[in-house]
C-alpha cells in the first residue's frame, strides 16, 4: 500500500536560482519534521503547482535533495524522505569568510576547539607523536626565518598536535577547519603573520605550546594555545573575541572546591581472616586543619580523618600495619603524613610528594620518618607532571625508595618506555585508574602488566569505587582487571583501602566490603596472604619477623 503525499505550505520564490529556492524551502520542511522520514514528497505536478514553477525547476530542485541524500527516488513511485541526520552535513564556505562577521565565528570555534585538543595532547601523546610536534616546530621556524609567512609548515604543526590527541575526531575536524581557514583567508594571515614582530610573536606562542605538551601539562598547553590563537585573532585585528576575553583562562581555575563525604566509621570485619602483617597500603590522615592547612589549590575539601580513626579501621578489619600516603591536597607540604608515620614506626609507612629541588638532606630525613616513596600524581593539582619523573627517580635511587604513579593508564603513553628504564621500582595507584569501560585488553592496561609481569611494577588493588560503573560494592566490573592483575604477577600486588575514600562519586563503602572483594579475586589464601603481608614488607621495609 503506497503511502499518502504529505501536504506542504510553500514561500513564493524569491529572485534567486528557482531550483535553489525550491531545495531550500524542501529541505527546512525534512530538517524540520514537517516533512518526515519515509513520507512521500508531492507529486512533481503538485510542486509545479505550490511553487509556481517550472518541472525543470522542480526536478533540479529534487536532484539536488537526492545529493544531498535528503529524499531518494523510488522506481515508478516518487520520492521519499530519508533521515536528515546522517544527510545534513557541516559546511563552512570559505566565500562567507571575508566577512568580519563568519571570521570571527570561526575562530572562536577553532578555539574551543584546538584548545581542548592540545590539553589532551599534552596527556596521551606517545614519544614518536611529541618527536613529529618538534619537527614541525623546526620547520615553521625556519620558514619564518627565510622571511616566509610558513602557513602550511604552521598548519602541520597543529596537524601533529591534533593527531597526538589519539582521538580520530579532534584530527578530522581541525583538519576541515585548517582547510577552510586557507581557503578563505590565506592572504590575510600571511600578511599577518609578517606584519610587525609577528614571526618572532608565533615563534614564541609556538615554542610555549609544544614544551608544556613535551612535559605533559594539560592545563599549561590549554593556556598555551589560547594564547596563540588569541594573538592570531589579534594580528588580524579581532582582538575580543566573544567568550574568550584576556581573563578567560585566569577565571577557568577559580572553582567552587566540593566537599567530601566522611568515611563509614563503623568497619564490620572481612569474611576472612587475614594474616599477621596485613597491610593496608594506600590511606589518608587528614587535620587537623588548624595546624595542617590545605592547599589554596586542591580538587576537594576532605573531613577531618584521624590517625585514631585510621587504627580503628584497621583494627576492625584484623590489619596490623598501614602505608599513608601524602594526598594531593597538602601539595608538597608532608608534615601530617610524616608527623604521623613518626609516631607509629612498626605500623605506618609513608609515600611523600616532593619535586626535583628537593635536597639530598630532605629526603634522608624523610627516611628516617618512615617514608619509603615519592607520590607522582598526575590527575590531580599536585604540581608535579610527566616531566619530573626521571629527575626524581635519579634522586630517590640511593635510598631504595618507589615511585608511586598515580595516572589513567589509558591516558599515558608509552608507559613501558617511560617507566621500564627508571633507577627505582614503580607503583601503580588504583588498578591503574582507567575506566572498566575501556576493558582489560586495552594497550595501556596491557603494558602495565607487562610491567607487573617483568617485575618492573607493582599494582596497588585500591580505589575501585574510582574506576567501576556500579555505584555499590562488590563492583562486580572490577573484578575482570584485579585477575588479570593478580594472574601477570602474584607477587607484585598490593591491597590497600584508600581511607577515608576522599573524593569519590558512589555510595561511601564499607572497608570490611571492600577488604571481601580481595577474597573474591584471590580466593587462593597463599595468593592473598601475599598480597596482604609478604608483598608489604618487601615494598615498604616492615619486619618481615613478625610474619
Known amino acids: 500500500m503506497q503511502k499518502e503525499t504529505t501536504l506542504i505550505t510553500v514561500r513564493s520564490v524569491g529572485r534567486r536560482r528557482v531550483s535553489d529556492d525550491i531545495a531550500e524551502q524542501l529541505s527546512e520542511m525534512i530538517i524540520g519534521g514537517h516533512l518526515p522520514v519515509g513520507s512521500k514528497l508531492p507529486t512533481e505536478a503538485e510542486l509545479v503547482r505550490d511553487f509556481g514553477a517550472g518541472r525543470s525547476a522542480v526536478r533540479e530542485a529534487i536532484a ?16 521519499f524522505v530519508c533521515s536528515p541526520v546522517a544527510a545534513t552535513g557541516f559546511k563552512i564556505d570559505p566565500q562567507t569568510l571575508s566577512s568580519l562577521a563568519h571570521l570571527r565565528q570561526l575562530l572562536e570555534l577553532r578555539m574551543e576547539i584546538e584548545v581542548g585538543g592540545a590539553s589532551m595532547a599534552a596527556r596521551r601523546r606517545t614519544l614518536s607523536q611529541l618527536k613529529e610536534i618538534e619537527i614541525a616546530l623546526a620547520s615553521v621556524k625556519e620558514a619564518l626565518a627565510q622571511g616566509a609567512a ?309 599494582v596497588k588493588l585500591s580505589g575501585s569505587y574510582r574506576i567501576t560503573g556500579e555505584n555499590e560494592t562488590p563492583y562486580s566490573d572490577i573484578a575482570p582487571f584485579a585477575r588479570e592483575i593478580i594472574r601477570a604477577n602474584p607477587e607484585r600486588v598490593l591491597w590497600a583501602t584508600d581511607w577515608p575514600h576522599p573524593y569519590i562519586n558512589v555510595d561511601m563503602p564499607n572497608d570490611g566490603a571492600l577488604l571481601n572483594m580481595l577474597d573474591d579475586w584471590a580466593p587462593d589464601a597463599a595468593t592473598r596472604d601475599r598480597i596482604l603481608a609478604d608483598n608489604p614488607a618487601r615494598l615498604y621495609g616492615f619486619d618481615t619477623t613478625q610474619l
Request: hydrophobic share 40%; glycine share 8%.
Open 150 to 458: 610558513a602557513l602550511p609548515e604552521q598548519r602541520a604543526f597543529h596537524q601533529a598536535v591534533a593527531a597526538a590527541t589519539n582521538n580520530p575526531y579532534f584530527r578530522d575536524l581541525l583538519q576541515f577547519l585548517y582547510e577552510r581557514i586557507d581557503a578563505g583567508i590565506a592572504e590575510d594571515l600571511a600578511n599577518s603573520v609578517l606584519r610587525g614582530d609577528g614571526p618572532q610573536g608565533i615563534e614564541r606562542e609556538l615554542n610555549i605550546v609544544f614544551e608544556a605538551i613535551r612535559i605533559g601539562d594539560p592545563d599549561k598547553a590549554r593556556r598555551a594555545a589560547w594564547n596563540h590563537l588569541l594573538r592570531t585573532a589579534d594580528r588580524l585585528g579581532l582582538r575580543g573575541l566573544q567568550g574568550w576575553e584576556e581573563s578567560r583562562m585566569t577565571s577557568l581555575g577559580e572553582v567552587k572546591i566540593p566537599f567530601c563525604e566522611a568515611a563509614d566509621l563503623k568497619p564490620y570485619a572481612p569474611q576472612f581472616t587475614p594474616p599477621p602483617g596485613a597491610t593496608d597500603c594506600h590511606a589518608h590522615i587528614f587535620g587537623p586543619d588548624a595546624k595542617y592547612p590545605y592547599t589554596p589549590h586542591r580538587t576537594y575539601t576532605p573531613p577531618e580523618a584521624s590517625e585514631e580513626q585510621y587504627f580503628h579501621m584497621l583494627d576492625s578489619l584484623g590489619l596490623s600495619r598501614g602505608v599513608i600516603v601524602q594526598p594531593s591536597v597538602y601539595g608538597q607540604d608532608n608534615r601530617c603524613t610524616l608527623d604521623v608515620v613518626r609516631r607509629h614506626p612498626d605500623r605506618l609507612r609513608a609515600v611523600v610528594v616532593v619535586d626535583e629541588s628537593v635536597s639530598e638532606k630532605e629526603l634522608e630525613q624523610m627516611h628516617d620518618a618512615g617514608a619509603r616513596g615519592v607520590r607522582l600524581n598526575l590527575l590531580f593539582r599536585s604540581g608535579v607532571e610527566v616531566s619530573d619523573v626521571r629527575r626524581i627517580a635519579d634522586k630517590i635511587a640511593a635510598l631504595g625508595w618507589h615511585l608511586q604513579m598515580l595516572i589513567d593508564v589509558s591516558e599515558f603513553a608509552d608507559i613501558r618506555d617511560t617507566l621500564g628504564r627508571l633507577p627505582v621500582e614503580t607503583v601503580f595507584d588504583h588498578l591503574g585508574h582507567m575506566p572498566t569501560s575501556a576493558g582489560t585488553n586495552h594497550p595501556g592496561f596491557q603494558e602495565m602488566l607487562s610491567l607487573v609481569a617483568d617485575g618492573k611494577s607493582w
Open 64 to 79: 539536488q535533495l537526492r545529493e544531498a541524500g535528503l529524499v531518494e527516488s523510488r522506481h515508478g513511485i516518487g520520492a
